[in-house]
Protein backbone atom coordinates (compact mmCIF):
# COMPACT_ATOMS: atom_id res chain seq x y z
CA UNK A 1 0.00 0.00 0.00
CA UNK A 2 0.98 3.60 -0.82
CA UNK A 3 0.41 6.82 1.55
CA UNK A 4 -0.11 10.36 0.23
CA UNK A 5 -0.21 12.73 3.13
CA UNK A 6 -1.57 15.93 2.88
CA UNK A 7 -1.32 18.45 5.48
CA UNK A 8 -4.49 21.02 4.40
CA UNK A 9 -5.97 23.82 6.74
CA UNK A 10 -5.08 26.49 9.12
CA UNK A 11 -5.20 23.37 11.79
CA UNK A 12 -2.81 21.57 9.78
CA UNK A 13 -4.75 18.05 9.37
CA UNK A 14 -3.56 15.17 7.63
CA UNK A 15 -5.02 14.39 4.97
CA UNK A 16 -4.41 10.76 3.63
CA UNK A 17 -4.76 9.08 0.58
CA UNK A 18 -4.03 5.34 0.41
CA UNK A 19 -3.68 3.31 -2.92
CA UNK A 20 -1.95 0.41 -4.56
CA UNK A 21 -0.85 -0.89 -7.81
CA UNK A 22 -4.50 -1.68 -8.94
CA UNK A 23 -5.39 2.26 -8.82
CA UNK A 24 -7.95 1.93 -6.42
CA UNK A 25 -7.90 4.51 -3.66
CA UNK A 26 -8.94 5.84 0.02
CA UNK A 27 -9.62 9.44 0.83
CA UNK A 28 -9.06 9.88 4.91
CA UNK A 29 -10.28 12.38 6.39
CA UNK A 30 -10.91 15.03 3.28
CA UNK A 31 -9.76 18.69 4.81
CA UNK A 32 -9.25 20.66 1.82
CA UNK A 33 -10.19 23.88 2.26
CA UNK A 34 -9.24 26.76 -0.31
CA UNK A 35 -9.09 26.35 -3.97
CA UNK A 36 -5.13 25.61 -4.00
CA UNK A 37 -5.71 22.79 -1.47
CA UNK A 38 -8.52 21.26 -3.55
CA UNK A 39 -6.38 21.60 -6.69
CA UNK A 40 -3.51 19.67 -5.02
CA UNK A 41 -5.51 16.90 -3.67
CA UNK A 42 -7.32 16.29 -7.43
CA UNK A 43 -4.60 16.94 -9.04
CA UNK A 44 -2.66 14.13 -7.12
CA UNK A 45 -5.18 11.85 -7.93
CA UNK A 46 -5.43 12.72 -11.62
CA UNK A 47 -1.59 12.36 -12.19
CA UNK A 48 -1.31 9.11 -10.64
CA UNK A 49 -4.39 7.59 -12.75
CA UNK A 50 -6.20 6.45 -9.45
CA UNK A 51 -9.64 5.73 -8.75
CA UNK A 52 -11.20 6.78 -5.58
CA UNK A 53 -13.42 4.63 -4.06
CA UNK A 54 -13.70 5.30 -0.29
CA UNK A 55 -14.45 8.56 1.88
CA UNK A 56 -13.30 7.62 5.20
CA UNK A 57 -13.52 10.11 8.31
CA UNK A 58 -11.74 9.25 11.58
CA UNK A 59 -13.98 11.70 13.08
CA UNK A 60 -16.02 14.39 12.25
CA UNK A 61 -14.83 17.75 13.64
CA UNK A 62 -14.57 20.58 11.27
CA UNK A 63 -10.86 20.82 10.52
CA UNK A 64 -11.18 17.17 9.40
CA UNK A 65 -14.43 17.49 6.87
CA UNK A 66 -13.93 20.89 5.75
CA UNK A 67 -13.29 19.44 2.18
CA UNK A 68 -16.17 16.64 2.41
CA UNK A 69 -18.61 18.08 -0.15
CA UNK A 70 -15.77 18.89 -2.53
CA UNK A 71 -14.70 15.73 -2.40
CA UNK A 72 -18.00 13.99 -2.45
CA UNK A 73 -19.17 15.82 -5.91
CA UNK A 74 -15.71 15.52 -7.71
CA UNK A 75 -15.34 11.70 -7.16
CA UNK A 76 -19.07 10.71 -6.77
CA UNK A 77 -18.19 9.36 -3.00
CA UNK A 78 -20.47 9.52 -0.22
CA UNK A 79 -18.37 9.95 3.34
CA UNK A 80 -18.48 7.04 5.47
CA UNK A 81 -18.07 7.28 9.41
CA UNK A 82 -19.75 5.88 12.81
CA UNK A 83 -23.17 7.05 13.64
CA UNK A 84 -22.26 9.20 16.76
CA UNK A 85 -20.62 11.74 14.65
CA UNK A 86 -23.66 12.42 12.77
CA UNK A 87 -24.65 15.70 15.00
CA UNK A 88 -20.91 17.15 13.76
CA UNK A 89 -21.59 16.33 10.38
CA UNK A 90 -25.42 17.38 10.69
CA UNK A 91 -23.97 21.63 12.40
CA UNK A 92 -20.99 21.91 10.31
CA UNK A 93 -21.77 24.62 8.97
CA UNK A 94 -22.62 26.22 12.53
CA UNK A 95 -19.39 24.57 13.74
CA UNK A 96 -17.52 26.53 11.00
CA UNK A 97 -18.59 29.79 12.02
CA UNK A 98 -17.01 29.02 14.93
CA UNK A 99 -13.48 28.24 14.27
CA UNK A 100 -14.05 30.97 11.20
CA UNK A 101 -14.59 28.31 8.21
CA UNK A 102 -16.92 28.54 5.65
CA UNK A 103 -18.17 24.98 5.16
CA UNK A 104 -19.74 23.74 2.65
CA UNK A 105 -23.24 21.79 3.56
CA UNK A 106 -21.76 18.08 3.53
CA UNK A 107 -23.20 15.43 1.66
CA UNK A 108 -24.85 12.63 4.21
CA UNK A 109 -23.87 9.44 4.53
CA UNK A 110 -26.27 6.16 3.70
CA UNK A 111 -24.39 3.80 5.55
CA UNK A 112 -22.05 3.94 8.89
CA UNK A 113 -19.21 2.29 9.91
CA UNK A 114 -18.83 0.03 13.11
CA UNK A 115 -16.58 -1.58 15.33
CA UNK A 116 -14.62 -4.49 13.27
CA UNK A 117 -16.03 -4.00 9.75
CA UNK A 118 -13.85 -3.81 7.00
CA UNK A 119 -13.49 -0.64 4.30
CA UNK A 120 -11.80 -2.28 1.24
CA UNK A 121 -10.32 -1.17 -1.56
CA UNK A 122 -7.98 -2.43 -4.12
CA UNK A 123 -6.33 -5.61 -2.71
CA UNK A 124 -6.29 -3.52 0.77
CA UNK A 125 -8.44 -4.25 3.82
CA UNK A 126 -9.23 -1.82 6.30
CA UNK A 127 -10.08 -2.88 9.58
CA UNK A 128 -12.33 -0.77 11.42
CA UNK A 129 -11.79 0.30 15.47
CA UNK A 130 -14.11 2.24 17.14
CA UNK A 131 -11.83 4.60 19.53
CA UNK A 132 -14.49 7.41 21.13
CA UNK A 133 -12.94 9.37 23.71
CA UNK A 134 -11.47 12.60 21.79
CA UNK A 135 -15.38 12.95 20.31
CA UNK A 136 -18.03 10.80 19.84
CA UNK A 137 -17.90 8.00 16.86
CA UNK A 138 -14.08 8.58 16.30
CA UNK A 139 -12.83 5.53 14.43
CA UNK A 140 -9.03 4.39 13.41
CA UNK A 141 -8.42 2.27 10.22
CA UNK A 142 -5.96 -0.60 10.49
CA UNK A 143 -3.81 -2.28 7.88
CA UNK A 144 -2.47 -5.36 9.16
CA UNK A 145 -0.98 -6.21 6.41
CA UNK A 146 0.40 -3.45 5.57
CA UNK A 147 1.51 -2.59 9.70
CA UNK A 148 -0.17 0.65 9.01
CA UNK A 149 -2.73 2.15 11.57
CA UNK A 150 -4.45 6.03 10.85
CA UNK A 151 -5.81 7.10 14.45
CA UNK A 152 -7.26 10.58 13.49
CA UNK A 153 -6.68 12.88 16.84
CA UNK A 154 -6.58 9.53 19.20
CA UNK A 155 -3.00 8.96 19.71
CA UNK A 156 -0.42 11.36 18.54
CA UNK A 157 3.36 11.05 18.86
CA UNK A 158 4.24 12.13 22.26
CA UNK A 159 0.36 12.94 22.69
CA UNK A 160 -3.43 11.64 22.88
CA UNK A 161 -6.31 14.28 21.73
CA UNK A 162 -7.88 16.65 23.73
CA UNK A 163 -11.05 16.00 25.54
CA UNK A 164 -12.01 19.74 26.23
CA UNK A 165 -14.57 19.81 23.12
CA UNK A 166 -18.04 18.42 22.87
CA UNK A 167 -18.23 14.48 23.68
CA UNK A 168 -14.95 14.58 24.92
CA UNK A 169 -14.01 12.09 27.76
CA UNK A 170 -10.13 11.82 29.33
CA UNK A 171 -11.29 8.82 30.71
CA UNK A 172 -13.19 7.03 27.81
CA UNK A 173 -10.10 8.01 25.33
CA UNK A 174 -7.32 6.42 27.52
CA UNK A 175 -9.88 3.42 27.88
CA UNK A 176 -9.93 3.17 24.15
CA UNK A 177 -6.26 3.63 23.15
CA UNK A 178 -5.18 0.94 25.63
CA UNK A 179 -7.57 -1.47 24.81
CA UNK A 180 -8.09 -1.08 21.12
CA UNK A 181 -4.45 0.69 19.74
CA UNK A 182 -1.83 -0.48 22.46
CA UNK A 183 -2.85 -4.47 21.54
CA UNK A 184 -1.49 -3.61 17.79
CA UNK A 185 2.01 -4.93 17.19
CA UNK A 186 4.76 -2.63 18.70
CA UNK A 187 5.80 -2.15 14.83
CA UNK A 188 2.56 -0.83 13.84
CA UNK A 189 3.23 2.55 12.23
CA UNK A 190 0.83 5.02 13.84
CA UNK A 191 -0.35 8.03 11.29
CA UNK A 192 -2.46 10.42 13.21
CA UNK A 193 -4.87 13.10 12.42
CA UNK A 194 -2.19 16.22 13.14
CA UNK A 195 1.53 15.87 13.33
CA UNK A 196 4.43 13.45 12.44
CA UNK A 197 4.03 9.60 12.70
CA UNK A 198 5.09 7.02 15.30
CA UNK A 199 4.88 3.44 16.38
CA UNK A 200 2.84 2.10 18.66
CA UNK A 201 5.70 0.71 20.51
CA UNK A 202 7.55 3.84 20.35
CA UNK A 203 3.92 5.43 22.25
CA UNK A 204 4.32 2.19 24.80
CA UNK A 205 7.55 3.80 25.94
CA UNK A 206 7.51 6.83 26.06
CA UNK A 207 4.35 8.87 25.83
CA UNK A 208 3.88 10.83 28.94
CA UNK A 209 0.15 10.35 28.75
CA UNK A 210 0.42 6.45 28.46
CA UNK A 211 3.70 5.77 30.82
CA UNK A 212 2.65 3.97 34.05
CA UNK A 213 -0.54 3.57 33.00
CA UNK A 214 -0.03 0.58 30.24
Do not use: W
Request: proline share 6%.
Amino acid sequence: MHIKQFVFNPFQVNNFVLYDDTGECAIIDSSCYDKEEKKQLAAFIKENSLKPVLQLFTHCHIDHMVGSRFVSKTFHLKPLTHEDSMPFLKNSKEYGKVFGFDVDKPVMPDIFLQDGDIAEFGNQQLRVIHTPGHAAGSLCFYNEADGSVFAGDVLFQGGVGRTDLPTGDHDLLIKSILQKLLILPEDTRVYPGHGPDTTIGEEKRSNPFLTGIY
